[in-house]
């Protein structure tokens, strides 16, 4: 998690195929799940970071996953919550 801003848009210009100048958060993770960093422009980069030092961030297993990011998520995942575990919700008339 050294790259800066504009190595990040440079990744997500020619590994993503995706515009970084877009009106768009591009979150990074790194592999021990404990930093996360989120890009997005606005006449500039903005780049923050965020790292963890109890736990990890929840990562999406698959870019299907990765791509259904809401808003709402993104907070969510700032927060530190689990964001991409989903649990089934059990019937109301269901005895346990």
Known sequence: MRKGADSLSRFVQEKLK??????????????????????VWDNGFWLMKKKLYEGTFAWPRDAGQAMQITVDDVRRV???????????????????
């Open 78 to 96: 700032i927060r530190g919550d689990d964001v991409f575990r989903r649990i089934k919700v059990l019937p109301e008339n269901l005895e346990i």
């Open 18 to 39: 995706l515009n970084p100048l877009s009106k768009s958060m591009f979150l990074f993770c790194n592999k021990s799940h404990k930093t996360l960093a989120v890009l």
